[in-house]
């Protein structure tokens, strides 16, 4: 981080209860099944939390799962379309695809390092550097090939490792079928209120066993045309933010032995967008200066990221322990635009003592971050009196953090001698060695105890190479940095009866440290930020498998918090403040009837800092950035019998996410953002071939805005508010054909 203008919108920084469902709780079960011959019961799930397969109801920890079925009913374009039906689970969008940050239990992404990691099946995503702004660009995968996306609430250090404080999104992957030759087809066509044209996208996916119960191959490849619906008033162009993604998929199983499965992954995708979803408000009134849809730049914002993945996961049953073997080799590439005339340009003058007249200024943010990963574990076999698991786990990384800002005329022309304004170029290489291991010991036929340690070593290299007249001239600057980490894990599990389950949790996690630009009076390094979260839940099975009941309450202490400080215009991180978080989570899934599936899910989130900090505005209590208060879902699903071959389903969802706030109160910068409500609703028809789909996203039109920045220019001044306004309504229609 060199510029005060870190990012897009420098985000990372700082009556209808009719019980209604977009298949949002995680417990129900997958759709396309017939309701007239379906149990009057909930179904097992299996997930992969505690990198075995367990039942989600038997796990001592808090876990929330929805399906691959459930999330397309919707057609959602990102994550953020569907997060609020999980508890807890809090994301910050930067108004595309793409451009979100994560946060789980009120550990929000202050500072530049992601606080909740992302994992595509066995395989860590994103970076644990702090130059890589992960914090912002959390993956956001589409969710064509999703079987199903798993959330673990709190920390998850120990399995899992670095940068998962607030705990862990994970999404679980399709995997090819030996048995069956499968093609899947389909397009999706929807309107957006004020969008300038239809939305649209085709997918398709084939599913082809090369050799009966050894060998297959699954390959898939999508493409989403989303149209824009935001205006910019100053330049009167319209629907500016349209998006595109795109992406592709082969994966291959291989089975050459019984005890021996190979899995091999090529995973592609691609985000690019014109402009973000923002509106500009005024900073005095907080009211859109033009309309409540309008965008106020002089220049374009575009967006575009870039993802390659390649995995290979070995698993070898050796009978008395299975041995699972985890590589990947990723790319990831952002290249982003920021028009900041009105950070920047205002201050030219000042630079130039009145010779240069206010101006333009583009920042322009190239981030290209490399990452292999390479994990090892032997797990005994589940169930019995002892459990154990033991692993280690490397990582190397290399980023590439380029950053630039110009000086133009108002009429687009380079001015001689001080554009470019600042260049800077962060090169990071992250390397972390790792071993880990926890076991399940059993005192009696109800009740065991599970605990677990990791400890984790990293090595930094850093450069701060920069120039221009807004950073003094041309340096370059060397760093490093080495630290160790500890974690631990310890969970007491009671299985009341068969079904209810008591368990309590003390786990701890981290987020690296690493080095610091070179100022004046500034640390060469920063230290890891730690944490230690205390759990209490319950999980149950009632009413003969009809109602599941599960309930968690926490406290968090965080320490060591890595915050951004300022240096004329430079920041810099260093350690600072405390915070806590405690609060409650709950969800629940009831069968009344046959066919029908009710539910509800909610938090109570209560996180604020302890203590003052000044370097970033907060005084002891205010409450953490991004972080609502409140939260809940209500759901309803009902599944019928059309004919024989026939079944039809109808829902929605409310979704309920409370005020939240963009800075600590105390900040200069702090503005707030309202709560809002979101109807979804769908319904659809289907059977062994055809499925057919309709579904309103945000049904009633509500105008709300999820996040918002204060644009504050380099003289001091505030500019304006920049809000990301939720997609007004979609109606859409999606067909899908399976062979």
Same mark, same amino acid.
């Given at each position: 981080?060199?510029?005060?203008?870190?990012?897009?919108?420098?985000?990372?920084?700082?009556?209808?209860?009719?019980?209604?469902?977009?298949?949002?709780?995680?417990? +129900?079960?997958?759709?396309?099944?017939?309701?007239?011959?379906?149990?009057?019961?909930?179904?097992?799930?299996? /997930?992969?939390?505690?990198?075995?397969?367990?039942?989600?109801?038997?796990?001592?920890?808090?876990?929330?799962?929805?399906?691959?079925?459930?999330?397309?009913?919707?057609?959602?374009?990102?994550?953020?379309?569907?997060?609020?039906?999980?508890?807890?689970?809090?994301?910050?969008?930067?108004?595309?695809?793409?451009?979100?940050?994560?946060?789980?239990?009120?550990?929000?992404?202050?500072?530049? !390092?992601?606080? $909740?990691?992302?994992?595509?099946?066995?395989?860590?995503?994103?970076?644990?550097?702090?130059?890589?702004?992960?914090?912002?660009?959390?993956?956001?995968?589409?969710?064509?090939?999703?079987?199903?996306?798993?959330?673990?609430?709190?920390?998850?250090?120990?399995?899992?490792?670095?940068?998962?404080?607030?705990?862990?999104?994970?999404?679980?992957?399709?995997?090819?079928?030996?048995?069956?030759?499968?093609?899947?087809?389909?397009?999706?066509?929807?309107?957006?209120?004020?969008? !300038?044209?239809?939305?649209?996208?085709?997918?398709?996916?084939?599913? +082809?066993?090369?050799?009966?119960?050894?060998?297959?191959?699954?390959?898939?490849?999508?493409?989403?045309?989303?149209?824009?619906?935001?205006?910019?008033?100053?330049?009167?162009?319209?629907?500016?933010?349209?998006?595109?993604?795109?992406?592709?998929?082969?994966?291959?199983?291989?089975?050459?032995?019984?005890?021996?499965?190979?899995?091999?992954?090529?995973?592609?995708?691609?985000?690019?967008?014109?402009?973000?979803?923002?509106?500009?408000?005024?900073?005095?009134?907080?009211?859109?200066?033009?309309?409540?849809?309008?965008?106020?730049?002089?220049?374009?914002?575009?967006?575009?990221?870039?993802?390659?993945?390649?995995?290979?996961?070995?698993? =070898?049953?050796?009978?008395?322990?299975?041995?699972?073997?985890?590589?990947?080799?990723?790319?990831?590439?952002?290249?982003?635009?920021?028009?900041?005339?009105?950070?920047?340009?205002?201050?030219?003058?000042?630079?130039?003592?009145?010779?240069?007249?206010?101006?333009?200024?583009?920042?322009?943010?190239?981030?290209?971050?490399?990452?292999?990963?390479?994990?090892?574990?032997?797990?005994?076999?589940?169930?019995?009196?002892?459990?154990?698991?033991?692993?280690? %786990?490397?990582?190397?990384?290399?980023?590439?953090?380029?950053?630039?800002?110009?000086?133009?005329?108002?009429?687009?022309?380079?001015?001689?001698?001080?554009?470019?304004?600042?260049?800077?170029?962060?090169?990071?290489?992250?390397?972390?060695?790792?071993?880990? !291991?926890?076991?399940?010991?059993?005192?009696?036929?109800?009740?065991?105890?599970?605990?677990?340690?990791? =400890?984790?070593?990293?090595?930094?290299?850093?450069?701060?190479?920069?120039?221009?007249?807004?950073?003094?001239?041309?340096?370059? /600057?060397?760093?490093?940095?080495?630290?160790?980490?500890?974690?631990?894990?310890?969970?007491?599990?009671?299985?009341?009866?068969?079904?209810?389950?008591?368990?309590?949790?003390?786990?701890?996690?981290?987020?690296?440290?690493?080095?610091?630009?070179?100022?004046?009076?500034?640390?060469?390094? /920063?230290?890891?930020?730690?944490?230690?979260?205390?759990?209490?839940?319950?999980?149950?099975?009632?009413?003969?498998?009809?109602?599941?009941?599960?309930?968690?309450?926490?406290?968090?202490?965080?320490?060591?918090?890595?915050?951004?400080?300022?240096?004329? !215009?430079?920041?810099?991180?260093?350690?600072?403040?405390?915070?806590?978080?405690?609060?409650?989570? %709950?969800?629940?899934?009831?069968?009344?009837?046959?066919?029908?599936?009710?539910?509800?899910?909610?938090?109570?989130?209560?996180?604020? %800092?302890?203590?003052?900090?000044?370097?970033?505005?907060?005084?002891?209590?205010?409450?953490?950035?991004?972080?609502?208060?409140?939260?809940?879902?209500?759901?309803?699903?009902?599944?019928?019998?059309?004919?024989?071959?026939?079944?039809?389903?109808?829902?929605?969802?409310?979704?309920?996410?409370?005020?939240?706030?963009?800075?600590?109160?105390?900040?200069?910068?702090? $503005?707030?953002?309202?709560?809002?409500?979101?109807?979804?609703?769908?319904?659809?028809?289907?059977?062994?071939?055809?499925?057919?789909?309709?579904?309103?996203?945000?049904?009633?039109?509500?105008?709300?805005?999820?996040?918002?920045?204060?644009?504050?220019?380099?003289?001091?001044?505030?500019?304006?508010?920049?809000?990301? /306004?939720?997609?007004?309504?979609?109606?859409?229609?999606?067909?899908?054909?399976?062979?």
């Amino acid at each position: 981080m060199v510029f005060r203008c870190e990012t897009p919108r420098r985000q990372a920084r700082k009556g209808f209860l009719a019980g209604i469902a977009l298949a949002a709780l995680p417990l +129900l079960p997958a759709a396309g099944q017939a309701a007239s011959t379906e149990p009057l019961l909930l179904e097992e799930i299996i /997930v992969t939390a505690q990198k075995r397969l367990e039942n989600l109801q038997t796990v001592p920890a808090s876990v929330s799962v929805l399906s691959g079925e459930r999330i397309a009913r919707s057609s959602p374009t990102g994550v953020a379309d569907y997060a609020a039906y999980m508890p807890g689970l809090a994301i910050s969008s930067g108004g595309t695809p793409g451009q979100v940050s994560l946060a789980l239990r009120g550990v929000a992404p202050v500072g530049p !390092g992601a606080t $909740v990691g992302t994992y595509i099946d066995d395989t860590p995503l994103g970076s644990s550097a702090n130059y890589a702004r992960a914090a912002i660009y959390a993956l956001d995968l589409f969710p064509y090939d999703i079987q199903q996306v798993e959330v673990l609430r709190g920390p998850q250090g120990t399995l899992y490792g670095a940068s998962t404080m607030g705990g862990l999104l994970k999404y679980v992957t399709r995997k090819p079928d030996l048995k069956e030759t499968q093609i899947r087809l389909g397009s999706d066509m929807s309107a957006t209120n004020s969008a !300038g044209g239809a939305n649209w996208g085709v997918r398709g996916q084939v599913n +082809l066993p090369l050799i009966e119960d050894r060998l297959a191959v699954q390959a898939s490849l999508y493409k989403q045309k989303n149209q824009g619906y935001i205006g910019n008033a100053r330049s009167g162009a319209d629907d500016i933010n349209d998006n595109t993604q795109k992406g592709a998929r082969v994966a291959l199983l291989w089975r050459p032995a019984e005890p021996v499965t190979v899995r091999l992954q090529a995973l592609f995708q691609k985000v690019d967008s014109r402009n973000n979803a923002v509106v500009a408000y005024d900073a005095a009134t907080d009211r859109p200066i033009a309309g409540r849809l309008d965008s106020q730049y002089y220049m374009d914002q575009p967006f575009t990221k870039d993802l390659d993945l390649y995995t290979a996961t070995i698993d =070898w049953d050796l009978d008395f322990a299975s041995l699972t073997s985890a590589s990947s080799y990723s790319t990831a590439k952002v290249d982003t635009a920021q028009d900041a005339s009105a950070i920047y340009g205002v201050a030219f003058p000042a630079l130039t003592g009145g010779a240069v007249p206010a101006g333009l200024s583009r920042f322009d943010l190239l981030l290209d971050h490399e990452k292999f990963t390479q994990e090892v574990r032997l797990a005994s076999p589940s169930g019995g009196g002892f459990e154990w698991m033991l692993g280690g %786990f490397y990582t190397w990384e290399d980023s590439t953090n380029l950053q630039t800002a110009s000086a133009q005329t108002m009429s687009g022309s380079s001015i001689a001698g001080l554009d470019p304004l600042a260049i800077a170029s962060l090169p990071t290489t992250y390397e972390e060695v790792a071993v880990f !291991g926890n076991a399940t010991v059993a005192l009696t036929d109800r009740f065991d105890i599970t605990a677990g340690l990791r =400890w984790a070593h990293n090595n930094q290299d850093f450069a701060q190479i920069s120039d221009g007249a807004l950073l003094g001239g041309a340096q370059r /600057v060397p760093g490093k940095s080495s630290e160790n980490v500890l974690t631990f894990m310890a969970s007491p599990r009671l299985r009341v009866d068969e079904d209810v389950t008591l368990y309590g949790r003390v786990a701890s996690s981290y987020r690296p440290g690493g080095p610091n630009v070179a100022l004046p009076n500034v640390p060469p390094s /920063v230290d890891a930020d730690t944490l230690v979260s205390y759990e209490a839940g319950v999980k149950s099975t009632l009413l003969d498998g009809r109602l599941q009941a599960n309930a968690s309450v926490f406290y968090i202490d965080w320490k060591d918090i890595q915050i951004a400080g300022s240096n004329g !215009g430079v920041s810099f991180l260093q350690n600072g403040g405390k915070a806590q978080s405690k609060g409650l989570e %709950f969800e629940t899934v009831f069968v009344p009837a046959e066919g029908w599936r009710l539910g509800a899910n909610g938090a109570y989130t209560d996180a604020s %800092f302890k203590g003052d900090i000044p370097e970033v505005g907060a005084q002891d209590g205010d409450r953490l950035p991004l972080i609502p208060r409140y939260s809940f879902a209500l759901t309803a699903d009902y599944e019928w019998s059309l004919s024989a071959d026939w079944t039809a389903n109808a829902g929605a969802g409310y979704r309920w996410t409370g005020a939240v706030h963009s800075d600590p109160e105390s900040s200069p910068e702090f $503005v707030r953002t309202r709560a809002y409500g979101v109807l979804d609703i769908n319904a659809g028809v289907q059977n062994d071939v055809v499925a057919v789909r309709f579904y309103i996203r945000n049904a009633a039109n509500s105008h709300a805005t999820t996040t918002a920045d204060l644009i504050t220019s380099a003289l001091g001044s505030p500019v304006q508010i920049d809000r990301t /306004v939720l997609q007004p309504r979609t109606i859409g229609l999606s067909v899908d054909f399976t062979y």
